[in-house]
């Protein structure tokens, strides 16, 4: 079968997905049953593999409740098996896929794999976009990244626990996580905060968060609240849902994958795997947005001088405050966030 997004030659491209499917509410990503079981099976593997797990977290100073976060997200625990050739898929999206220049080098990625490995084919399973393995990594990732943990001569991300464990912490220490660094914390934000203090291009030390009012979501003190350590302010939905302030180490793994909320479900997940409790602020509901309508504002805000980030219709931390800076500048309620009304006002 042909992977999403693909058209023989002389057939016509399918429609861009990415323009017309739903943009929903971001809580929705954060399925309480689906957190309790990661986090209950989780809690189970860190005890089976915590020797592996010490001598891996010793190695790459990523901690064990990460690593296995990573592991439970992707694969969840490698129970969730790719049931693809990799080089039947990669060939396939290379030739007529839509995004031929990112898959050409991992074909050729997955051919070195079967070259200098010496994997037969038919191992080198993966998902149906190329991703492989436990760790579910891209063939030019696991070339640079994977790991013979367990010292059989092999990097075996597919049926070796401790060498799908050691990869997913090569990746992250590799990327520059820091060691002795939460990813973050869940925070009040006061309403005279503007929102659109959000993102990577706007850190401040902690100390001075603590200055504008921040405060834990439990309404203590915000951990190390005298400190000058670089925090980022991240609102996933705005106003509308729970905040946080997030190190570096928060965009270390968005290294492993570009979204904010899978970042925040890794580091969330992690927190639940040491006895943490759920978000304490809930995310409000918000009406579906067509992407194609998301695309549209974010060209209308743009013609306007504001930095929305990639026109792409998805709501990155970028078009979130491009949306709380137009509120503020035309006196309406900050949000931070899309909704349809805001639509035939953005002119």
Request: aromatic share 10%; net charge neutral.
């Amino acid at each position: 079968m042909e992977p999403a997004g693909t058209a023989a030659p002389g057939q016509t491209t399918p429609r861009d997905d990415q323009r017309q499917a739903e943009f929903q509410n971001p809580g929705l990503y954060f399925s309480e049953s689906q957190l309790t079981s990661l986090a209950a099976a989780g809690g189970n593997l860190l005890k089976q593999w915590a020797n592996a797990l010490t001598m891996i977290e010793q190695r790459y100073g990523v901690p064990r409740e990460i690593i296995v976060a990573i592991w439970g997200h992707e694969s969840h625990f490698g129970r969730v098996r790719p049931k693809h050739q990799a080089v039947r898929v990669l060939a396939t999206q290379a030739f007529m896929g839509r995004r031929r220049t990112l898959y050409y080098p991992e074909l050729l990625a997955v051919l070195r794999i079967l070259e200098q490995d010496q994997w037969p084919e038919e191992t080198l399973l993966s998902s149906w976009a190329g991703a492989m393995g436990q760790p579910q990594l891209l063939p030019s990732k696991y070339l640079r990244y994977a790991v013979d943990a367990d010292g059989d001569g092999q990097r075996d991300i597919w049926r070796s626990v401790p060498d799908s464990l050691a990869s997913i912490a090569n990746y992250l220490h590799e990327h520059g996580w820091t060691p002795g660094r939460s990813w973050g914390v869940e925070v009040q934000v006061p309403a005279g905060v503007p929102c659109s203090l959000e993102g990577p291009r706007q850190g401040k030390p902690v100390r001075e968060w603590a200055q504008l009012g921040l405060a834990h979501a439990d309404q203590t003190s915000l951990p190390d609240k005298n400190s000058d350590a670089i925090a980022f302010l991240l609102m996933p939905a705005g106003r509308l849902g729970p905040a946080f302030l997030v190190s570096e180490n928060f965009y270390v793994l968005k290294q492993y994958n570009e979204s904010d909320l899978y970042a925040l479900f890794v580091g969330h997940l992690a927190d639940r795997l040491r006895g943490g409790s759920s978000f304490r602020a809930t995310w409000a509901p918000t009406d579906p947005m067509q992407r194609r309508d998301i695309w549209a504002m974010q060209e209308r805000l743009q013609f306007q001088g504001h930095d929305v980030g990639k026109v792409d219709g998805l709501i990155g931390f970028a078009t979130r405050t491009a949306i709380g800076q137009w509120q503020m500048r035309n006196q309406r309620a900050e949000t931070c966030f899309p909704d349809p009304a805001l639509i035939p006002m953005i002119r």
